[in-house]
């Protein structure tokens, strides 16, 4: 399959070992080098890890000591985009619904916020969006978890979108066009980007990257990224599961396959062939 689809190879490791910097770096490492057996090039191979405190160390041991590839995902607000780009991550990914969500049922309120370039959530992912183009740094952001259109089409400069099959089967209606607007246009308000230096350097504080963060950085990162993985926490373990019973099974029929050949050596039950009779279906046969 790898030669058959060109282009990056995106890999994810298991979102359960977010809180484990070794963890993450021993399972990326070790999916890496399967990648190197097949001699599958480096640059195409991009290892997903959950952007959580321990994430973006793990990203930048990745990076920095065995130039690995890395996508962060689960990225939530503009702080918390720089650390992911300081720890060297050539991709990053925000999911849309939870982050509008957040902000239009802030502190269990519902707020009513129109679609449009001024509400909170479009501002906070395009704020990360104008950060990158701004200080001209190789790092692209893919958006995910759209709700509709309307919230794509606010949105300008993005790296890459993942669709849901809903949004990918209106497209056809939509008559949609591509284009790559102006990045920090005029505007009543600058845009946060200009106020955010480059680089962050969360690395020197203490108690780590939450400490960095405002409150309200800290709650939606707290409320978007850990909900998120505790839903993949299930997944993964319903996986798992199905997996397991899976294997179990085929060992039991494996083990106790009244076809195989006895202890003896000699079949116990055989097949006629549809080849060993031409003139009737296949038929099953005790041996004498």
Request: net charge negative; with cysteine; charged share 25%.
């Amino acid at each position: 399959m790898l030669g058959v689809v060109k282009g990056p190879v995106v890999i994810f490791i298991d979102p359960r070992l977010h809180d484990s910097k070794a963890a993450m770096v021993y399972e990326a490492r070790a999916l890496v080098e399967l990648f190197d057996r097949a001699d599958v090039r480096r640059w195409r191979v991009i290892i997903t890890l959950p952007a959580t405190d321990d994430g973006i160390r793990a990203a930048r041991e990745l990076t920095n000591r065995y130039s690995i590839s890395i996508h962060l995902s689960v990225v939530t607000s503009l702080a918390h985009a720089r650390a992911c780009i300081e720890a060297g991550a050539t991709m990053l990914s925000m999911n849309i619904a939870p982050i509008m969500t957040w902000f239009e049922k802030k502190d269990e309120v519902e707020v009513e916020h129109t679609i449009a370039p001024d509400h909170p959530g479009i501002k906070t992912i395009q704020s990360c969006i104008d950060y990158i183009h701004q200080n001209s740094l190789n790092t692209s952001l893919l958006v995910t978890d759209i709700r509709d259109w309307d919230e794509l089409k606010q949105l300008g400069g993005i790296g890459a979108v993942a669709l849901s099959q809903q949004l990918l089967d209106q497209i056809s209606m939509l008559g949609l066009t591509t284009w790559f607007p102006e990045i920090l246009e005029e505007c009543d308000d600058p845009p946060v980007c200009q106020y955010s230096k480059y680089p962050f350097d969360f690395r020197n504080h203490e108690r780590g990257l939450g400490m960095t963060l405002s409150a309200g950085d800290r709650s939606i990162m707290s409320s978007v990224v850990y909900i998120h993985l505790g839903r993949n926490k299930v997944f993964m373990q319903k996986i798992e599961d199905t997996i397991r019973k899976e294997v179990d099974e085929r060992l039991y029929v494996d083990a106790f396959d009244p076809l195989s050949t006895t202890l003896y050596g000699q079949e116990s039950i055989g097949w006629r062939t549809h080849e060993q009779d031409q003139h009737g279906p296949r038929q099953l046969l005790l041996d004498q």
